[in-house]
């Protein structure tokens, strides 16, 4: 089975999830009208996606060691397309509320099982543009998903979106039984390879590693941008800045692009950097640092800044930037991990990421209805969203030694459990 093309159905596994997570924020005017939700019930439903998010991400990670990924995938695309199925005709707030529940507690464990299964096909100096081209999923998912959903919802009502997205994950799911196997990596490193983790390093040592630690944090803070572009940016654009819906839809897929060239772009320079003997510390963990701290500091600058284009610019960069720590981050957490442990590890961190998305979806909903009008509540917003990176950056900046936590992992393993021929 080519790894490339491993690689192409996991991207259009990311493409349907984010275009499933994009759907929300296109239909967010005429689906609150429908159920009568104001500006902060609104912000409860976007945050319900993630109320089992995170659980199911660490959860399904665990399953992940010890489960093929494919199988794993399947069933999670599955799921996607029949959650998406009630909202077709339900007229119920609670049924509303429930299948976006389901939606998140599948979409959880999406990504950090979508890169663990990919790493199995690359090699640890070749995975950041493997995974940077996954990340790109979200980017290119909703710059499709947003005008191609804005035109079929303008023509068929907004309940046909959700239709459309599950009809896709029903397609993925037909192309992701061509795959027959786990591939070459997916076997546990020789003992040979003393930069590596035992496999029986604890996960507790992992997760208490600065890298780790480091990574959650500023996927934390990415993710945060991400849950703000998804929920609130159509309306960031119609009720801030007063952009038509149509000219909203478009601006929201430059917003994707925007992002995703930013994470391509970094992807690619990391791997760059990589392949040259740059230490991965600067490489993948200062250059992810680095990046979220210019996504705190766009929007702040926004904020500042008169008229519509200059503040959407500087927005639109802020919250790309951020988002490039979904790829960089991956490849850190993996970096340190043993595959036996890799699935729970990737797992967890975007658990801890994504708690981002129950937070701010529902906090940027109590900032507009406490503003006086919609463009200073986003004001407020962004200024959140701006701090949390900052913090973020700066933390990881100092945190984040892949190379010495891997060092340390291995030489805990190997004390607390000898291999065999070792000393």
């Known amino acids: 089975m080519p790894r490339w093309w491993v690689t192409l159905l996991l991207l259009g596994f990311m493409l349907v999830n984010f275009a499933d997570k994009a759907l929300l924020g296109l239909v967010s005017k005429p689906l609150s009208e429908a159920f009568g939700l104001d500006a902060a019930g609104y912000g409860h439903v976007a945050s319900g996606f993630y109320f089992l998010f995170s659980l199911s991400a660490f959860g399904v990670g665990l399953l992940a060691d010890r489960v093929p990924t494919r199988w794993l995938l399947l069933v999670l695309a599955v799921i996607w397309s029949v959650a998406q199925v009630p909202i077709i005709w339900t007229t119920s707030v609670a049924v509303l509320f429930t299948t976006r529940v389901v939606l998140g507690a599948a979409e959880g464990p999406a990504y ?6 990919l790493h199995k096909w690359f090699d640890d100096e070749h995975r950041q543009l493997p995974t940077s081209i996954l990340a790109t999923g979200a980017a290119i998912g909703s710059v499709l998903a947003a005008p191609i959903l804005t035109w079929i919802i ?3 009502g907004w309940r046909s979106g959700f ?7 029903v397609v993925w799911c037909l192309l992701w039984l061509t795959v027959d196997g786990e591939g070459p990596a997916a076997a546990p490193a020789p003992a040979a390879a003393p930069e590596t983790p035992a496999d ?17 944090l500023l996927g934390f803070a990415g993710y945060w941008g991400l849950a703000l572009t998804v929920a609130w940016l159509p309306r960031y ?3 801030g800045l007063g952009y038509s819906v149509s000219a909203s839809g478009y601006l929201v897929a430059l917003a994707w692009v925007v992002g995703g060239s930013l994470t391509f772009g970094t992807g690619a320079l990391s791997q ?3 392949l040259r003997g740059v230490p991965t510390r600067r490489s993948r963990g200062l250059l992810s640092a680095g990046m979220v701290a210019v996504g705190g500091v766009l929007p702040l600058v926004a904020v500042a800044v008169p008229g519509r284009l200059g503040p959407l610019i500087l927005v639109m960069a802020g919250l790309g930037a951020a988002g490039v720590v979904f790829a960089t981050g991956q490849t850190l957490s993996a970096e340190i991990s043993p595959v036996k442990r890799r699935g729970a590890v990737l797992g967890l961190n975007v658990a801890v990421a994504t708690l981002a998305g129950v937070l701010a979806p529902t906090v940027t909903g109590d900032l507009l209805q406490a503003a006086t009008d919609p463009l200073t509540g986003f004001s407020h917003a962004f200024v959140v969203f701006s701090v949390i990176c900052l913090v973020a950056a700066a933390v990881g900046a100092v945190i984040i030694r892949p190379q ?20």
């Open 272 to 274: 760059w950097l990589t």
């Open 163 to 169: 239709a459309t997205v599950a009809l896709a994950g």
């Open 112 to 117: 950090g099982t979508a890169n663990h299964a």
């Open 154 to 156: 303008g023509c068929f």
């Open 237 to 239: 654009l119609q009720d």
């Open 200 to 216: 029986d390093v604890s996960y507790l040592r992992i997760f208490f590693s600065g890298t780790w630690l480091g990574t959650a």
């Open 404 to 423: 010495h936590d891997a060092a340390r992992l291995l030489s805990s393993s190997t004390t607390l459990y000898p291999q065999e021929g070792a000393a």
